[in-house]
């Protein structure tokens, strides 16, 4: 899936404008610091780089690039096991992405924004199972409920949330 293109995104890439509408959001200028002017494979190659870090940028950038890169996190979670251990720790891949994506989803939402709702809830069921298969597995390192709980809360808070948009 990794080397597949991406799904075609129409018009150009976001500009500033785009990543920070309200001119002078901080956290939304690094996020085009981050991203701006990548194409969504660059975009993807950059997000692997540390998901944990990147996903912020997702959060605060404005709608409109949003839509343009949300292929970004729609191949990592179609293509990255929910769970993983690094020295020996146990670490969830997609903390915070759920969180992350439910911010744009805002009541005002910009109509491209609103247009991914079909795209993020098989996203959703595929981590929610994920995370359900890991947990049974019993694997010595998937160890810690507390994490485990965040998360389904997470994913689960993301899936309420969107009912919202279905009818709309």
Not at 6 to 24: I, S, T
Not at 47 to 60: A, L, R, T
Not at 106 to 116: M, T, Y
Request: one cysteine or more.
């Amino acid at each position: 899936m990794t080397g597949k293109p991406f799904r075609d995104v129409n018009g150009p890439l976001p500009g500033e404008r785009d990543f920070d509408p309200h001119e002078g959001d901080l956290d939304a200028l690094v996020a085009w610091e981050n991203f701006g002017g990548l194409t969504l494979k660059e975009a993807y190659q950059r997000f692997q780089e540390n998901p944990f870090v990147y996903q912020e940028d997702f959060m605060w950038m404005g709608g409109k690039a949003f839509a343009y890169y949300f292929p970004v996190l729609e191949r990592y979670l179609l293509v990255t096991p929910v769970w993983g251990a690094d020295e020996e720790a146990e670490w969830c891949q997609v903390y915070g992405l759920g969180a992350a994506i439910q911010f744009q989803f805002s009541d005002d939402c910009l109509p491209e924004v609103r247009e991914l709702v079909p795209r993020v809830f098989p996203l959703v069921a595929q981590v929610k199972e994920s995370i359900e298969a890991y947990v049974d597995s019993g694997h010595p390192y998937y160890s810690d409920p507390e994490m485990q709980q965040h998360v389904i809360r997470e994913w689960n808070e993301l899936e309420t949330h969107l009912q919202q948009f279905q009818n709309k």
